[in-house]
């Protein structure tokens, strides 16, 4: 009976210290709204072309909100009319094709993403909010949406196939059949020597593109062709990440670099020479300091556009957030984050507010605090109810002066809902 006390009472501290992990405040730096400014007021530099926004959850109201408001800022401050979430590539195009034509509704072109995440009120909103922009702006002042993840199927499989319609209608009735049993649906129950033959056709089908580009342009255009040529590359990323399970979160980074760098490219040719991105932090930042140890897409982007990447990440305080379990049901988790550079402006009563951190090396006392390591909020789509007990499991160590140019924090954070 005593050995069973003490093994409780050990218990129980445990748990209290792991309770109380992270939860220390630091101390706030005098005069510290001096060296903030409002979301509406961000200034990037005019040599920037690439622009990373990251999330410190996917489940927070304020963070998807965010995605509006930074984009807003960036049209009216820097002249940026191209967004890209970390969604799917073929998905994506259907929002693009809601709000430059009308196609559908708001709600229709964010369920073709087919990620939980953005079934919410906040992306319906935003996508609305798009396409009513675009029917009042002129020609040359529309913007575009786009996704360069490759984690789906379905929409890239479309446009691959609705392009062979119009250049080689009996090649694409043959690839039509080669993609038949290839869907989001069942794609998690495809065999590996299945994916290794779909891995094989789809490597033939880009020949074909290859091969037949300058026929295929004349009978299309070139920017068609150019989609064509992505779709079957998104087709192949989605089949090589199955095939290449271990390496999964590294190859997936290397893609998302890779595409935002296509859309970078394109939108180049069309005119349009910044380009803003959206996505987790973990994905933006420049360091790679998850604890998985691979390359993050923002190290990727740093090391293509150099001083032309700027990355602004978000961090919070008190969080009220949504996330699966782990068993695929959505629950609200609450936690209270505290580090050195949120609790510096821990007196300013603003919610949301924004740090350049170009600005704030302006202070001695700023400039030592974001050059300090310390643990910044990181929060997935998966959460189990034990995480918050341990702060190494809702945020990642990291500098952040040499992960962000700038960060927004949120002092109080709430929980988006899923629409089913």
Not at 275 to 304: C, F, R
Not at 401 to 415: F, H, L, N, R, S
Request: proline share 1%.
């Amino acid at each position: 009976m005593v050995f069973v006390k003490k093994s409780f009472l050990l218990i129980s501290a445990l748990f209290l210290l792991l309770s109380l992990a992270g939860c220390g405040k630091g101390e706030a730096v005098k005069d510290a709204s001096k060296y903030t400014s409002a979301v509406e007021d961000i200034d990037i530099p005019n040599y920037v072309k690439v622009i990373g926004f990251g999330e410190a959850t996917h489940g927070n109201v304020e963070f998807q909100t965010l995605k509006k408001d930074v984009f807003q800022a960036l049209i009216n401050n820097e002249n940026v009319r191209v967004f890209v979430l970390e969604g799917d590539f073929g998905g994506a195009q259907q929002i693009n094709q809601f709000i430059l034509n009308g196609t559908g509704t708001a709600e229709e072109a964010v369920k073709a993403l087919d990620y939980g995440i953005y079934k919410t009120e906040q992306m319906i909103e935003f996508v609305q909010w798009m396409h009513d922009y675009n029917m009042a702006a002129d020609e040359k002042d529309r913007i575009y949406f786009y996704g360069n993840d490759m984690q789906r199927y379905d929409y890239s499989k479309k446009g691959l196939l609705d392009y062979y319609e119009v250049v080689n209608s009996e090649g694409g009735k043959k690839y039509k059949a080669q993609l038949k049993d290839v869907t989001n649906k069942t794609m998690r129950d495809l065999s590996t020597s299945q994916l290794e033959e779909l891995d094989k056709n789809i490597d033939a089908i880009i020949k074909d593109l290859q091969k037949n580009k300058d026929s295929y342009e004349k009978q299309s255009s070139k920017e068609a062709y150019l989609f064509a040529a992505q779709y079957a590359q998104i087709i192949k990323q989605r089949t090589q990440l199955f095939l290449n399970d271990s390496n999964y979160m590294s190859l997936r980074d290397e893609y998302l670099a890779n595409n935002l760098q296509w859309i970078v490219d394109f939108e180049a040719a069309q005119g349009h020479d910044k380009v803003l991105m959206s996505a987790h932090n973990g994905h933006i930042e420049k360091t790679s300091a998850n604890m998985a140890g691979y390359k993050s897409m923002g190290q990727y982007l740093d090391e293509v556009y150099k001083d032309a990447y700027y990355a602004i990440g978000t961090d919070f305080v008190n969080n009220t957030f949504q996330a699966q379990n782990g068993s695929g049901e959505r629950k609200n988790y609450t936690i209270e984050h505290h580090n050195a550079l949120v609790d510096a402006f821990s007196e300013i009563k603003d919610n949301i507010f924004y740090v350049d951190f170009k600005k704030a090396n302006e202070s001695q006392e700023l400039a030592d605090i974001v050059a300090k390591e310390q643990r910044m909020g990181n929060i997935g789509d998966d959460f189990s109810f034990w995480y918050k007990f341990t702060q190494m499991l809702y945020t990642i160590k990291m500098t952040p002066a040499e992960a962000y140019d700038g960060m927004i924090i949120v002092q109080e954070a709430t929980p988006t809902k899923v629409i089913e």
